[in-house]
């Protein structure tokens, strides 16, 4: 089938469905500018993933100096977060939320851009870059785009100079007095909000699974779950689809082209 007609397909699936639900990876952000996680020439190309260690702030508080090797990924990160914005596959994303079709994405993704694209319920199984956790009470504090940026080249300076009171002032910054760690999911950590994620799996009759390897578990046996509960399946890589046995319709293609083009259908049919 062409690509004309399985964007069709697709549009009309998403426009009979009445619980969809999307599943994101880091394809989707790639054409904000921000690699994923296996792109030649990459962040994760250049850095092996051992070599980051865990949480930046608990390891800078150990007191030794912090490795080279973090301080240039922490430094290249922000670099890279700072210039991406939201692109047109998020923006579709959030036009389906808008037009009461799409109730929930789940998404690998840790930058946020789904919220800013105006998706309201994310669940973030790998948690979220621009969020802080209290380490003390548990209290979790979105921090806004200016917010995060600031804070993000603070902690830049800090590990620069080596300055741990400067790092403990600036993690800070929970209401009860207690110090923060970024709420993202470090290698071996548990990821975040899993049950509430395969509930959203098992009860939707449609799944979106955009620009994923489908490698990383346990985020992987999402799509599974929705296809064993019923949900019919749409896929959207722009290399090869990765779920080949259980999808219903699978586009080779960009989301950031394919997703407004099925948004436009989707639009007209209802
Ligand atoms: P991945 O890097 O393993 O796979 C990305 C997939 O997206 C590939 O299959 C690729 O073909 C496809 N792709 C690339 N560009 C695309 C595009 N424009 N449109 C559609 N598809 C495209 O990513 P993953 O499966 O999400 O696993 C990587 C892990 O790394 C995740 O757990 C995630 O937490 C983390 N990560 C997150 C970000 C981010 O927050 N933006 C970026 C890199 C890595």
Same mark, same amino acid.
């Not at 990876?25 to 296996?38: C, H």
């Given at each position: ?36 996680? %296996? ?42 977060? *700072?210039? $991406? ?24 993704? @840790?930058?946020?851009?789904? %919220? ?6 994310? @669940?973030?199984?790998?948690g979220n870059v621009t969020r802080m956790a209290c380490l003390a009470c ?10 995060f940026l600031a804070a993000a080249h603070d902690l830049i300076d800090c ?5 741990? *009171? ?22 071996? *950590? ?6 509430? $994620?395969?509930?959203?799996? %098992? ?14 578990? &346990?985020?992987?046996?999402? &799509? ?19 779920? &080949?046995?259980? @999808? ?15 948004? *436009?259908?989707?639009?007209?049919m209802r």
């Open positions: 089938m062409d690509d004309d007609r399985l964007i069709e397909e697709a549009a009309r699936l998403i426009s009979s469905a009445s619980q969809l639900v999307a599943f994101s990876g880091a394809g989707v952000s790639e054409e904000s500018g921000i690699p994923t996680f %296996r792109d030649p020439g990459g962040l994760w190309d250049r850095y092996d993933p051992s070599d980051i260690g865990g949480d930046v702030f608990e390891d800078a508080f150990s007191g030794s100096p912090v490795p080279d090797t973090t301080f240039r990924f922490v430094s290249e990160f922000v670099a890279t977060f *700072e210039k $991406a914005g939201t692109n047109p596959g998020h923006e579709a994303l959030g036009r389906l939320e808008e037009m009461g079709i799409l109730r929930s994405v789940i998404t690998q993704n @840790i930058d946020n851009l789904h %919220r800013q694209a105006g998706n309201s319920n994310v @669940i973030e199984v790998h548990g209290n979790k504090i979105l921090l806004d785009r200016d917010e590990l620069k100079r080596n300055d741990v *009171e400067g790092l403990v002032k600036l993690a800070s910054m929970c209401p009860c007095g207690g110090v923060c760690r970024i709420d993202v999911v470090n290698f071996g *950590e548990p990821v975040q909000d899993l049950p509430k $994620a395969v509930l959203e799996a %098992r009860t939707c009759d449609a799944m979106l699974i955009l620009g994923t390897s489908g490698v990383v578990w &346990p985020a992987a046996t999402l &799509p599974g779950h929705a296809k064993k509960a019923g949900a019919r399946l749409v896929e959207i890589n722009a290399t090869a689809c990765c779920f &080949p046995d259980i @999808i219903d319709v699978g586009i080779t293609g960009k989301t950031g082209e394919v997703l407004p083009r099925i948004v *436009e259908l989707v639009q007209g």
